[in-house]
Each structure stands twice: as structure tokens, then as C-alpha cells.
């Protein structure tokens, strides 16, 4: 990762830091919608009358 001419490395410092919040937003999101979709299987089993743990806390 070659910095741009004329960057300081407290604008790269800065720029990193909003790519790594972007990237924890993005996980934030794909861990909430893997959490539904485990969600709504387990209701389905449920509702079929299959017993089930929960990996969900």
C-alpha cells in the first residue's frame, strides 16, 4: 500500500482508520442478518417439531 505524493501519514493514519470502521460496520451487518436467518430457521424447525438448541445468546 504506496501512499499517495504528498499524503502525511497522519491523513493515511486517518484514512485507515475510516476503512477499518467501514469494514466493522459492514461485518456489524452480516453478522445481524446471519443472526435472522438462523432466527427464522429455527422457528421453521420449531414449528415442524423438531427440538432445537439455540447457538444464539
Avoid: C, W
Wanted: proline share 0%; charged share 40%.
Amino acid at each position: 500500500m504506496a501512499s499517495t505524493e504528498g499524503e502525511t501519514i497522519y491523513e493515511r493514519v486517518a484514512k485507515l482508520e475510516d476503512e477499518i470502521a467501514s469494514l466493522r460496520n459492514e461485518v456489524d451487518v452480516l453478522k445481524k442478518a446471519l443472526r435472522n436467518k438462523l432466527a427464522r430457521h429455527e422457528i421453521s424447525q420449531i414449528k415442524k417439531g423438531k427440538d432445537i438448541t439455540s447457538i444464539i445468546d
